[in-house]
């Protein structure tokens, strides 16, 4: 049965900082790394992906470098709600008007006050616009280090708007989850998994990489980022590792990224 969220658990949860992300932290309205280098690893032969739903912006970025089918996965039920609000103003809201509507969700307690928002959520299904009123009077899409308008040059551009104007017409498949405890029913050409493993120790890092390299097609690739006090060698490492102690993972690649080098020149 399809887990629905729980107004009075999301109410308690939003503001814990331990763990440091929980099923109700606040989203990030929009990415704070550069998507575009990461997309770099699709291939014209990939057409499915899993990517951590985050900001939204991921899967977007997926479906722009020709991702036909995805399903996105995030711990916190936040993620989707930005994610499906971004989906449907794609269809409705000019360039302009989607930069007005994801930075003015950044510290705003009524989502329905952010800008052009209301017939936007209008369309959402009935299970996210009940949560959005619910959790009126919390901040739903607060997290990250700076304003949304700080992190602009990572957002969709005119072209790129333009183009999933053509290709998004319905909301991406969503599984509510941790990383640790994500059940996968298929394979990937693509994984995305963000820096989602900076906050995992390293046998929880092995365990989730031996899952993920088990459910990514031969020949396809995940992508993980890791902040620069996390040793990337290491993680290289247990790469290695399972690709030896594992049959039939040595023919999928996976691409262990410095999340600062993605976003150095923003800093």
Same mark, same amino acid.
């Given at each position: 049965m399809?887990?629905?969220?729980n107004i009075?658990e999301?109410k308690e949860?939003?503001?814990?900082t331990?763990p440091?992300f929980?099923?109700?932290s606040?989203?990030?309205a929009v990415?704070?790394?550069?998507v575009?280098?990461?997309?770099?690893?699709?291939?014209?032969?990939?057409?499915?992906a899993?990517?951590?739903a985050?900001?939204?912006?991921h899967?977007l !970025?997926? %479906? =722009?470098?020709g $991702?036909e @089918?995805?399903?996105?996965?995030d &711990?916190s039920?936040?993620?989707?709600?930005?994610?499906?609000?971004k989906t449907?103003?794609?269809?409705?809201?000019t360039?302009?008007?989607?930069?007005?509507?994801?930075?003015?969700?950044?510290?705003?307690?009524?989502?329905r006050?952010?800008?052009?928002?209301?017939?936007i959520?209008?369309?959402?299904?009935?299970?996210?616009?009940?949560?959005?009123?619910g959790m009126n009077?919390y901040?739903?899409f607060?997290?990250g280090?700076?304003r949304?308008?700080?992190?602009?040059?990572?957002?969709l551009?005119?072209?790129e !708007?333009? %183009? =999933?104007?053509? $290709?998004? @017409?319905e909301p991406?498949d969503? &599984?509510?989850?941790?990383?640790k405890?994500?059940?996968?029913k298929?394979?990937y050409?693509?994984?995305?998994?963000?820096?989602?493993?900076?906050f995992?120790?390293?046998v929880?890092?092995?365990k989730?990489?031996?899952?993920?390299?088990?459910?990514?097609n031969?020949?396809?690739?995940i992508?993980?980022?890791?902040?620069?006090?996390?040793?990337i060698y290491?993680v290289?490492?247990?790469?290695?590792d399972i690709q030896?102690?594992?049959?039939?993972?040595q023919?999928k690649n996976?691409?262990?990224?410095?999340?600062?080098?993605l976003?150095?020149?923003?800093?």
């Amino acid at each position: 049965m399809k887990s629905m969220p729980n107004i009075s658990e999301a109410k308690e949860l939003v503001y814990s900082t331990y763990p440091v992300f929980n099923k109700y932290s606040p989203a990030y309205a929009v990415t704070n790394e550069d998507v575009r280098k990461s997309m770099k690893y699709i291939k014209k032969s990939y057409k499915t992906a899993l990517t951590v739903a985050a900001s939204g912006d991921h899967p977007l !970025f997926c %479906k =722009l470098y020709g $991702i036909e @089918h995805i399903t996105t996965f995030d &711990i916190s039920y936040n993620a989707k709600v930005v994610m499906d609000l971004k989906t449907l103003a794609l269809q409705h809201l000019t360039l302009n008007q989607y930069y007005e509507m994801q930075n003015s969700l950044w510290h705003n307690i009524n989502v329905r006050h952010a800008a052009h928002t209301q017939d936007i959520i209008s369309k959402l299904s009935s299970e996210v616009q009940q949560y959005i009123d619910g959790m009126n009077g919390y901040l739903l899409f607060d997290n990250g280090r700076f304003r949304s308008e700080r992190y602009q040059k990572y957002a969709l551009q005119q072209q790129e !708007f333009s %183009k =999933l104007k053509q $290709i998004v @017409h319905e909301p991406f498949d969503f &599984i509510w989850s941790d990383v640790k405890k994500l059940k996968l029913k298929q394979s990937y050409d693509f994984i995305h998994l963000s820096n989602i493993c900076d906050f995992l120790p390293y046998v929880a890092i092995q365990k989730v990489l031996i899952k993920m390299l088990n459910h990514t097609n031969t020949g396809g690739s995940i992508v993980m980022l890791l902040h620069q006090k996390n040793d990337i060698y290491k993680v290289k490492d247990i790469v290695h590792d399972i690709q030896c102690d594992y049959p039939g993972t040595q023919n999928k690649n996976v691409v262990v990224l410095r999340m600062h080098e993605l976003v150095k020149h923003l800093y």
